[in-house]
């Protein structure tokens, strides 16, 4: 079973777009996790699934306090008590404080292709380790022409970045050089001929992305989001749009 997963990472409006429009073409319904408003995903708030991507850094956009993050994040639309970390940057503190804040799931341990089943932790959240991340495959100079056989039993998650994504980003520095050229303000506001401009050509991380869905849709092993698979749905409960607290 495979649960596609997204994390927004202040990635640029047509990122978003063509991801999105990506993962609906192939019948994948993604838990996105968000860190700033985005028009596309709001408007999808009735067919997918959207938790919280809270960065707890003293540099965070979100604040610089525990309290200031979760009270930012807090106030982003999202339809499902779940979260993961920018940077997996978690600790004790702010975990518990997310579970009080109503959070329930967190997704904030990342393998390298390995298969971890979920777990409930000390706190009492449950962990849903990751399997597939872009930006780990990429760190671990994994081939870009790999085939992947999905697994049928047991629950992996991918984890995209919509930057990944639609750059296509052939190795792990490429998009650290990119990043580098824009600031803050200028690479949430990129553009589409701009994002066109970046895309990379030859063999990049899009098409192990696009090879691994794809082979869990052929051999029919089930695409579900998180709170849609069974071992979590009755911990979550049923789905509705949760704004701020104040
Ligand atoms: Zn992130």
Same mark, same amino acid.
């Given at each position: 079973?495979?649960?596609?997963t997204?994390d927004l +990472?202040?990635?640029?409006?047509?990122?978003?777009?063509?991801?999105l429009?990506f993962?609906?073409?192939r019948?994948?319904i993604?838990?996105?996790?968000v860190?700033?408003?985005?028009?596309?995903?709001?408007?999808?708030?009735g067919?997918?699934?959207?938790?919280l991507?809270p960065?707890?850094?003293p +540099?965070s956009?979100?604040?610089?306090t525990?309290?200031?993050?979760? @009270?930012?994040v807090?106030?982003?639309?999202?339809?499902i008590?779940a979260f993961?970390?920018?940077?997996?940057a978690?600790?004790?503190?702010?975990?518990?404080?997310?579970?009080?804040?109503?959070?329930?799931?967190a997704?904030n341990i990342?393998?390298d292709?390995?298969i971890?089943?979920?777990?409930?932790?000390?706190?009492?959240?449950?962990?849903?380790p990751?399997?597939?991340?872009d930006?780990?495959y990429l760190?671990?100079?994994?081939?870009?022409t790999?085939?992947?056989?999905?697994?049928?039993?047991a629950?992996?998650?991918?984890?995209i970045?919509p930057?990944?994504?639609?750059?296509?980003?052939?190795a792990? @520095?490429?998009?650290?050089?990119?990043k580098?050229q824009?600031?803050?303000?200028?690479?949430?506001?990129m553009?589409?001929?701009q994002? +066109?401009h970046?895309?990379?050509?030859? +063999?990049?991380i899009r098409?192990?992305?696009?090879?691994l869905?794809d082979?869990?849709?052929?051999?029919g092993?089930?695409i579900?989001?998180i709170?849609?698979?069974?071992r979590?749905?009755?911990?979550?409960?049923?789905a509705?749009?949760?704004r701020?607290?104040h």
């Open positions: 079973m495979l649960i596609v997204v +990472d202040w990635a640029p409006e047509p990122a978003i777009e063509e991801t429009d993962l609906q073409e019948g994948v993604p838990t996105v996790f860190t700033h408003r985005s028009p596309r995903v709001e408007s999808s708030l067919e997918i699934e959207v938790g991507h960065f707890f850094h +540099d956009s979100h604040g610089k525990i309290e200031e993050v979760i @009270d930012s807090m106030a982003l639309p999202h339809n008590p993961r970390c920018h940077r997996y978690t600790c004790n503190e702010s975990n518990r404080q997310m579970m009080e804040a109503g959070m329930k799931v997704s990342c393998t292709l390995e971890v089943p979920p777990f409930i932790d000390r706190l009492g959240l449950i962990q849903v990751i399997y597939f991340e930006g780990g760190w671990n100079c994994h081939p870009l790999k085939s992947f056989k999905p697994a049928e039993e629950i992996t998650v991918m984890n970045h930057m990944h994504f639609v750059v296509n980003t052939p792990f @520095d490429y998009m650290v050089q990119i580098r824009f600031t803050r303000e200028q690479w949430i506001g553009s589409r001929q994002l +066109d970046l895309k990379y050509q030859g +063999d990049g098409r192990v992305i696009v090879e869905i082979a869990s849709n052929e051999t092993s089930l579900r989001s709170a849609k698979s069974p979590f749905s009755t911990k979550i409960g049923k509705k749009v949760l701020a607290r």
